[in-house]
């Protein structure tokens, strides 16, 4: 049996049944989701609802103790012995960027593929260039983090796990960390992104992302998926009173 | 320290300060009565022999002293630039410590016989013995740390107890344990060896705490953005990691070193010739005790005095990248 083969046929992720709990402190609770290959999905809902979490269970940067978790065909637990391929086939962009401050930009975005995937420098090096190339920064190649402005980390960070050839992205408040005039730049990239058929799972309060991009849109409260519709549908006809308010929140200003 | 702008008046400035300074330290003289001093001797023609000049004579010099000492202060507080204040304070505390050695009639003939065989021996043993020995306890510091941070009950277990073993003993005791006790499990070992390896150990101990605290300093984010590129922990802890504690840990690293050049001398007594040994065993013979000390101590302060120095350098060379 094919991995390859698997995720084209089948969701490339699936959820089933997963709880969290941090200590007695149970963070997320029957979470059922399934993602198909090329879909784009925007989480949303209030702060502590557990958006982060989630995503962060789908590389196991977090553990669930009970349901299951199902990545590209495999299995994510304890004693698996894999997980770093699952985890290099998984992009993941944080709100605080995490670029590595003693690399150089072009550093950052080969040390993947020729540590991980043990790629030649020359081709790791063409292939971060055409990444930078599309995140539209390769004047900064020899550059460090701290020189650049936190929108351009940020589409940096993108470019970092884009080298990693990954299959799906996941993104945590890719933009809360940076100045309001910066926000454009990185959705216009994660938009980019998008439409060239890449699968998503963006945590975002950028509604208006959400309903250019997305194809599902889900609402979290309390650890539990509240509600999960297309944006048309989602935004205009909300059901539940926790979406209807929470929108009303962030949909004001 | 952040220095006010607005300083208060020099103490020195006001005369009640003064006169009270000037009898506190009359007080002082009196005390340890300096009739028999060279200021003694250099006020004879007016007191006559200081032996028999009796009360009045140990006052007059004692107070002549006194007031020597506080036109000095005095002389002093008047300079008006700081470096120039250190500067001139420094020379006078040398030339006092130097003339209290001088007093001590000291052989410079036998020093002089002496202090190339000292330098190329002792304090090449010294800085051998000390150099590799942080570098040991340097690796030892790393695994410590690692051991110490994992999740691993008994990688912990046998970190803390190394750490708590090594740094509760003395280290004159781990030197002769090692030179001693291993010789009694069947592996003789040599001074030299030993010696090192009593440091490292030591050294080591305390240095896994610095290293534990550089590599614990680096942001979460890190090891989330390494992982979830997929990096292994070696990895992550090889390129991420410590090349980022490094700069942290680099300074204190710098400090154990002075120290340990220092604590060097312990390996003395199981006869490794460093600088300490050859301190207490070549004035023996002649009973030129009193030189071989002073010199090697004047020895161990310059080597202190010159890797405070590159250690200074270093620190801000570090801080400079820092805030790049
Ligand atoms: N490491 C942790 N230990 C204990 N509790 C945690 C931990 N991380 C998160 N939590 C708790 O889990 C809940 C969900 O946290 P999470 O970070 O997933 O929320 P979020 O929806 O991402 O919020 P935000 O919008 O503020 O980022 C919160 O109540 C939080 O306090
Ligand atoms: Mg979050």
């Given at each position: 049996m094919s991995e390859d083969n698997q995720n084209t046929i089948g969701p490339i992720i699936s959820i089933k049944d997963m709880n969290k709990f941090y200590d007695d402190f149970q963070a997320l609770t029957d979470i059922n989701l399934d993602v198909n290959v090329g879909e784009r999905i925007v989480i949303c809902g209030p702060s502590g609802s557990g958006k982060s979490t989630l995503i962060r269970c789908l590389n196991r940067l977090e553990a669930h103790q009970s349901g299951s978790v199902n990545v590209n065909g495999v299995e994510l637990h304890q004693h698996m012995k894999n997980i770093d391929k699952v985890r290099s086939e998984v992009g993941m962009v944080f709100q605080h960027f995490n670029l590595f401050p003693h690399m150089t930009i072009l550093e950052n975005c080969t040390a993947g593929p020729m540590w991980v995937?043990?790629?030649?420098p020359s081709d790791a090096h063409e292939m971060a260039m055409s990444y930078l190339n599309r995140v539209k920064i390769p004047e900064q190649a020899n550059k460090y983090p701290a020189q650049l402005s936190g929108g351009q980390q940020q589409r940096v960070a993108i470019a970092r796990s884009l080298c990693m050839n990954p299959k799906v992205m996941l993104f945590d408040e890719p933009t809360s960390a940076l100045d309001p005039e910066m926000v454009s730049e990185v959705l216009d990239t994660m938009t980019d992104l998008a439409e060239s058929g890449m699968t998503m799972i963006c945590v975002t309060h950028e509604m208006g992302f959400a309903k250019r991009v997305a194809d599902r849109v889900i609402f979290m409260d309390e650890g539990k998926i509240i509600e999960s519709n297309d944006p048309i549908a989602f935004f205009?006809?909300?059901?539940s009173d926790r979406t209807k308010k929470f929108l009303s929140q962030v949909l004001v200003h | 320290m952040i220095q006010d702008t607005v300083t208060d008046e020099?103490?020195?400035?006001?005369p009640k300060f003064i006169a009270f300074l000037f009898s506190i330290i009359l007080l002082c003289f009196f005390i340890i009565?300096?009739?028999?001093?060279i200021m003694g001797e250099l006020l004879e023609p007016a007191l006559g022999d200081p032996e028999k000049s009796g009360i009045y004579g140990h006052f007059i010099t004692s107070f002549m002293l006194s007031a020597l000492l506080v036109l000095n202060l005095l002389a002093i507080s008047f300079i008006p630039r700081f470096r120039f204040q250190v500067i001139v304070v420094w020379v006078q505390l040398l030339i006092l410590f130097l003339s209290f050695f001088y007093s001590f009639d000291l052989s410079f003939v036998f020093i002089r016989s002496k202090i190339w065989f000292m330098i190329t021996q002792g304090i090449f043993t010294t800085l051998y013995v000390s150099a590799i020995s942080i570098v040991i306890a340097s690796f030892i510091a790393i695994i410590g740390a690692i051991a110490k941070m994992s999740s691993n009950g008994f990688a912990f277990a046998i970190a803390s107890f190394y750490t708590s073993f090594f740094r509760g003993l003395p280290l004159l005791m781990q030197v002769y344990l090692i030179y001693l006790g291993l010789p009694q499990i069947g592996y003789v070992i040599d001074a030299v060896p030993a010696g090192i390896i009593a440091l490292s150990l030591c050294y080591g101990a305390y240095m896994t705490e610095i290293f534990r605290a550089g590599i614990m300093s680096i942001d979460a984010g890190q090891w989330e953005g390494s992982r979830a590129l997929g990096f292994k922990f070696s990895l992550i802890m090889r390129k991420i990691i410590l090349p980022q504690s490094i700069p942290l840990i680099i300074p204190p690293t710098g400090n154990q070193f002075i120290a340990m050049l220092k604590d060097s001398s312990l390996v003395s007594v199981i006869g490794v010739w460093e600088l300490m040994f050859l301190a207490r065993t070549l004035g023996n013979k002649t009973f030129n005790h009193m030189e071989m000390l002073i010199t090697a101590a004047m020895l161990y302060w310059m080597m202190t005095m010159v890797l405070e120095l590159i250690q200074s350098r270093i620190e801000r060379k570090y801080q400079k990248r820092q805030s790049r």
């Amino acid at each position: 049996m094919s991995e390859d083969n698997q995720n084209t046929i089948g969701p490339i992720i699936s959820i089933k049944d997963m709880n969290k709990f941090y200590d007695d402190f149970q963070a997320l609770t029957d979470i059922n989701l399934d993602v198909n290959v090329g879909e784009r999905i925007v989480i949303c809902g209030p702060s502590g609802s557990g958006k982060s979490t989630l995503i962060r269970c789908l590389n196991r940067l977090e553990a669930h103790q009970s349901g299951s978790v199902n990545v590209n065909g495999v299995e994510l637990h304890q004693h698996m012995k894999n997980i770093d391929k699952v985890r290099s086939e998984v992009g993941m962009v944080f709100q605080h960027f995490n670029l590595f401050p003693h690399m150089t930009i072009l550093e950052n975005c080969t040390a993947g593929p020729m540590w991980v995937n043990n790629m030649p420098p020359s081709d790791a090096h063409e292939m971060a260039m055409s990444y930078l190339n599309r995140v539209k920064i390769p004047e900064q190649a020899n550059k460090y983090p701290a020189q650049l402005s936190g929108g351009q980390q940020q589409r940096v960070a993108i470019a970092r796990s884009l080298c990693m050839n990954p299959k799906v992205m996941l993104f945590d408040e890719p933009t809360s960390a940076l100045d309001p005039e910066m926000v454009s730049e990185v959705l216009d990239t994660m938009t980019d992104l998008a439409e060239s058929g890449m699968t998503m799972i963006c945590v975002t309060h950028e509604m208006g992302f959400a309903k250019r991009v997305a194809d599902r849109v889900i609402f979290m409260d309390e650890g539990k998926i509240i509600e999960s519709n297309d944006p048309i549908a989602f935004f205009e006809n909300p059901q539940s009173d926790r979406t209807k308010k929470f929108l009303s929140q962030v949909l004001v200003h | 320290m952040i220095q006010d702008t607005v300083t208060d008046e020099v103490l020195l400035r006001k005369p009640k300060f003064i006169a009270f300074l000037f009898s506190i330290i009359l007080l002082c003289f009196f005390i340890i009565d300096p009739s028999q001093s060279i200021m003694g001797e250099l006020l004879e023609p007016a007191l006559g022999d200081p032996e028999k000049s009796g009360i009045y004579g140990h006052f007059i010099t004692s107070f002549m002293l006194s007031a020597l000492l506080v036109l000095n202060l005095l002389a002093i507080s008047f300079i008006p630039r700081f470096r120039f204040q250190v500067i001139v304070v420094w020379v006078q505390l040398l030339i006092l410590f130097l003339s209290f050695f001088y007093s001590f009639d000291l052989s410079f003939v036998f020093i002089r016989s002496k202090i190339w065989f000292m330098i190329t021996q002792g304090i090449f043993t010294t800085l051998y013995v000390s150099a590799i020995s942080i570098v040991i306890a340097s690796f030892i510091a790393i695994i410590g740390a690692i051991a110490k941070m994992s999740s691993n009950g008994f990688a912990f277990a046998i970190a803390s107890f190394y750490t708590s073993f090594f740094r509760g003993l003395p280290l004159l005791m781990q030197v002769y344990l090692i030179y001693l006790g291993l010789p009694q499990i069947g592996y003789v070992i040599d001074a030299v060896p030993a010696g090192i390896i009593a440091l490292s150990l030591c050294y080591g101990a305390y240095m896994t705490e610095i290293f534990r605290a550089g590599i614990m300093s680096i942001d979460a984010g890190q090891w989330e953005g390494s992982r979830a590129l997929g990096f292994k922990f070696s990895l992550i802890m090889r390129k991420i990691i410590l090349p980022q504690s490094i700069p942290l840990i680099i300074p204190p690293t710098g400090n154990q070193f002075i120290a340990m050049l220092k604590d060097s001398s312990l390996v003395s007594v199981i006869g490794v010739w460093e600088l300490m040994f050859l301190a207490r065993t070549l004035g023996n013979k002649t009973f030129n005790h009193m030189e071989m000390l002073i010199t090697a101590a004047m020895l161990y302060w310059m080597m202190t005095m010159v890797l405070e120095l590159i250690q200074s350098r270093i620190e801000r060379k570090y801080q400079k990248r820092q805030s790049r």
